[in-house]
């Protein structure tokens, strides 16, 4: 069955770097665009970021844009977010989405999610 | 781009059926068709409902349907369960080729 596995996640200074892992299985992980969306603690879901399925492309959010970045790689079925420059507006949890439309393209629909990482930023 | 609009809270009983609504512009849902609805317990990874304005993905209830009419989307849950208590979330295409979520709003089932 389809599962996706974030890692990663902690407790950071503003200002610092960390980056998450989505590990994925039970799917043709080289197929799918993913997707990043994050949920702070008690609020609304937020989408972060999409790669495509040959990492030919990639978009983020405005909130992020230049300060995270989206990657894969097929060969190791993983998904990352690497995060710099962190603000405390970042804290939440961050999860790893398949999107529900495999090939070129993307769907926005996210079929598959992870269980997600807790990111605090926090001085 | 503006988070869509739901309202906070929507209650019913077992049985019942009830809306929730979904307010955006005419730069996401009243130009795309492109609507989704998502379902989260507590502690829970969000769950597709729905996709494409009305259409269910393979092993979803069709007591849950949506629909759109200008610059709205609604998600219908009929037959309302226990288990359907939860937050659900609208989201949608837009302009700016990004997708947009709407705020979430708390089912209570009575």
């Known amino acids: 069955q389809v599962q996706l596995v974030e890692s990663g996640g902690g407790v950071v200074q503003p200002g610092r770097s960390l980056r998450l892992s989505c590990a994925a299985s039970?799917?043709?992980?080289?197929?799918?665009?993913m997707h990043w969306v994050r949920q702070a603690p008690g609020k609304g879901l937020e989408w972060v970021a999409v790669?495509?399925?040959?990492?030919?492309?990639?978009y983020h959010a405005d909130s992020v844009k230049g300060r995270f970045t989206i990657s894969r790689d097929n060969s190791d079925n993983t998904l990352y977010l690497q995060m710099n420059n962190l603000r405390p507006e970042d804290t939440a949890f961050y999860y790893c989405a398949r999107d529900f439309y495999q090939g070129s393209g993307s769907s926005y629909y996210f079929d598959f999610w992870g269980r997600g990482t807790l990111v605090t930023v926090s001085s | 781009q503006s988070a869509l609009t739901q309202p906070a809270s929507v209650s019913g009983s077992p049985g019942q059926s009830i809306t929730i609504s979904c307010t955006g512009t005419s730069s996401d849902i009243g130009f795309y068709n492109y609507v989704s609805w998502y379902q989260q317990h507590p502690g829970k990874a969000p769950k597709l409902l729905i996709y494409?304005?009305?259409n269910r993905p393979s092993g979803v209830s069709n007591r849950f349907s949506g629909s759109k009419s200008g610059n709205t989307a609604s998600l219908t849950i009929s037959g309302l369960q226990a288990e359907d208590e939860a937050d659900y979330y609208c989201s949608s295409y837009t302009s700016s080729s990004t997708p947009v979520f709407g705020g979430g709003t708390k089912l209570t089932v009575l």
């Open positions: 494409d304005v009305s």
């Open positions: 790669i495509s399925y040959d990492a030919s492309s990639k």
């Open positions: 039970g799917f043709s992980f080289s197929s799918y665009p």
